[in-house]
Structures are given as structure tokens and as C-alpha cells.
């Protein structure tokens, strides 16, 4: 899998397995004293499953007001499409965005052209745009 970091969630959502994605970041976290330790260390369009709840220590949200609790989650691999030259597992190549606008590519907000990528696992084949691809989970490095 991918990345893993601590970061806060709600009391409610603290929980082995849970998953979650960042869709974006409020704009009301900048400015919160817990933002480097919750959502700065998150990357919108991204998600996440918790792998350990640890104790909390009674921080509160500033938007909900409710307690957050720090727990370890990993970045789940990203799905898109890729052509078969860079669709190989285990190979990190950098991402160019060849197919765009298709149910299985990221927006630029999720992963942008120039990254790079560990490509973790080929799941098949599709067609988009009268060429072919290869629908593959990665990781960005």
C-alpha cells in the first residue's frame, strides 16, 4: 500500500478498516492550531484507511466542535489508466496524464502530469478514445 501517516479524525470515524477520502481541505483549517498534526498532513483526492486508533487526548475540531482522535492511516493506491509501455508492476514511471476526461483517470488536483508513480498492480484492459490502456493501481512516490 501506500503512504502511511498520523493524523486526527473524528471520535465517530476512529475506527480499524475505516476508509475516507479527502475530497478537499476547508479552508477554516489553515488557520487552526491543529492543522499540521489533521488535515495538513492529508492530500485531497486521496483516500485513506485507518490502521491504528491511538488514544486521544481530548482535541477538539475547530469547524465541528466535536473531539478528534489520532489514528494511523494509509494512502490507498490510486486507479487510473495508463498506455502499456508504463504498465508494468513494481516499475515507477512518471505520470503524463495520456488519458484524461475517462471514469478511471484522477483530476490534476489528485495527481498531476510529472509525478511519478509506483505502479503496484495491472488489473485488466479498457478502451478510451478508440485506444487502449491498462487499467492499473500506483502508488505517487
Do not use: W
Amino acid at each position: 500500500m501506500g503512504r502511511t501517516v498520523v493524523t486526527l479524525v473524528s471520535k465517530e470515524q476512529a475506527e480499524v478498516g475505516h476508509r475516507f477520502r479527502v475530497v478537499r481541505i476547508p479552508d477554516e483549517c489553515s488557520s487552526c492550531r491543529l492543522y499540521q498534526v489533521c488535515m495538513g498532513r492529508l492530500r485531497p483526492g486521496r483516500s485513506y484507511v485507518i490502521t491504528e486508533v491511538r488514544p486521544s487526548l481530548g482535541q477538539r475540531c475547530k469547524i465541528t466542535g466535536g473531539e478528534m482522535t489520532p489514528v494511523v492511516v494509509e494512502e490507498v493506491p490510486l486507479r487510473l489508466l495508463l498506455p502499456r509501455k508504463k504498465a508494468l508492476e513494481g516499475v515507477i514511471v512518471t505520470y503524463e496524464g495520456e488519458c484524461r476526461g475517462c471514469r478511471d483517470c484522477p483530476d490534476e488536483s489528485t495527481l498531476s502530469p510529472g509525478e511519478k508513480i509506483l505502479v503496484e498492480k495491472v488489473l485488466g484492459t479498457t478502451m478510451c478514445n478508440g485506444r487502449e490502456f491498462f487499467v492499473v493501481e500506483v502508488s505517487p512516490v
